[in-house]
């Protein structure tokens, strides 16, 4: 199995990249849908914690890589996609399952995010800059940053929509 690994800042445009390969055919999962599923079933909002907050905890409790767990019980075929690879712990799980991994690196500048996640009005939307990087410095600190840097595929997207999905297309049937 070909095992697409996807990662980048949250704005960075992954979820455009998704589209293209839902529109090729390729299968995937979004390990922050595994992480959203689990918040709402544990009862933590409740308890008043956030999502990020859940992600962190199941990582001391069960090891960096438990969402790659998690998320490795749903996949199949030949080629499988997956969008939210954050850490190099993670990385190696899936490189434990198939000598086929690639890491698909999104990078888009930093204000440019934050007004996307800002106009995508999403329930983690940030309230201002400053929740904004305080995400951005909690992603990094589980180890994103090496991930992204140590993409064997990395796609700017500071332009416009019609252009990036040239650029992840491309990639995509690159790797295929």
């Known amino acids: 199995m070909k095992i697409l690994l996807v990662t980048g800042m949250p704005g960075a445009g992954k979820e455009e ?14 390990m922050g849908d595994i992480v959203r599923d689990f918040h709402a079933r544990s009862g933590a909002a409740e308890k008043g914690l956030s999502v990020g907050q ?8 069960h090891g960096k890589d438990i969402w790659a767990k998690r998320a490795i019980e ?3 075929g030949d080629i499988f996609l997956v969008d939210g690879c954050r850490s190099l712990d993670e990385v190696n799980s899936y490189k434990g399952l198939s000598k086929e991994v690639y890491i ?4 888009a500048p930093r204000m440019i995010r934050y007004d996307r996640l800002v106009k995508r009005g999403r329930e983690d939307a940030p309230h201002d800059i400053y929740e904004f990087d305080e995400r951005d410095n909690r992603e990094l600190g589980w180890g994103m940053g090496s991930v992204l840097a140590l993409s064997d595929y990395l796609i700017i997207n500071d332009s ?17």
């Open 74 to 76: 749903q996949m199949h």
């Open 104 to 107: 698909i690196g999104v990078h």
């Open 54 to 61: 859940v992600a962190n905890g199941e990582r001391e409790k």
């Open 17 to 30: 990249l998704l589209n293209v390969a839902r529109s090729m055919g390729i299968p995937f999962l979004r």
């Open 160 to 176: 416009d929509l019609d252009c990036f999905q040239k650029k992840v297309r491309e990639t995509l049937e690159m790797i295929r």
